[in-house]
């Protein structure tokens, strides 16, 4: 009886949000992937031209140079953000006093806007930088350093918080059972912690994987890819060749597809492998 109702409800629920998603985001999408192989200035004079625009934008050594430098950023920022939110998850958790205080000053910084975080960290560090005589945008390693920075304070408290709640969903008798029978800490961090927080370990990689490649206004506040387009990263390539060059429309919108589709594979990539963790686990 409830299925049926569920079913003959269904539509009445799901159908304004198909709706919602199939123009906000189907059809400018698929819009979007269209006008990839086209050369335009505006949607209405598009003109076909096949596959030019993405061969144009894989001989772009701009494009290559910020991919390179978007997948060596994403791969230490992931791995930086989520060590030391589970790191300060498992010792948040313990009997530290003023837990709910620290909580609450690691995650303030995820409530800041992208532009102002770049701007407030372009004045620390050009603050200590300009001390011996540079300036973040002085070489493009201060640029790599400050993004890494950057990200870790504003993304570390937010998976804190998700690896907070996963170990809180661990049942204390299995922990309790763990230490009468004379489990080490890194044993029980090894074989129980770990394994039963993989589901939110499968969120937080998501997250972090995802905002690390599509990082934007950081970017753009903090270095706008300076020195010499050394510090640009794939999401302000695609701004400023389809802004900031005449004609190249067409090739900043093959860029945004090829984008997608690296990030899309990744992603799934991740998730099946984590998910099929969560199973053995």
Known sequence: MESKQIRKYFPVFA????????????????????????????????????????????????????????????????????????????LLTGKLKGTNFFRTVFFMPNLIGGIVLGYIWQLIINGVLLRYGYSITSDAKFGFIGLLVLMNWQMIG??????????????????????????????????????SVMPSITICLFLTITNSFKLFDQNLALTAGAPAKQTQMLALDIYNTFYGRSGYEGVGQAKAVIFFIVVALI???????TKKKENEA
């Open 267 to 273: 992603s799934l990539l991740q998730l099946y492998f």
């Open 15 to 90: 159908l304004p949000t198909l709706i919602v998603f199939t123009l906000i985001f189907l059809i400018p999408f698929l819009a979007g992937i269209y006008l990839s192989f086209t050369s335009f200035t505006t949607v209405t004079d598009a003109t076909f031209v096949g596959i030019e625009n993405y061969i144009t934008a894989f001989s772009d050594s701009d494009f290559i140079r910020a991919f390179v430098f978007t997948l060596a950023f994403a791969i230490l920022s992931v791995i930086s953000i989520n060590v030391i939110a589970f790191a300060l998850a498992l």
């Open 158 to 195: 937010y998976m804190m918080i998700i690896y907070i709640a996963g170990i809180q969903n661990i049942p204390t008798s299995i922990l309790e059972a763990a230490k009468v029978d004379g489990a080490s800490y890194s044993t029980t961090l090894r074989r129980i912690i770990i394994p």
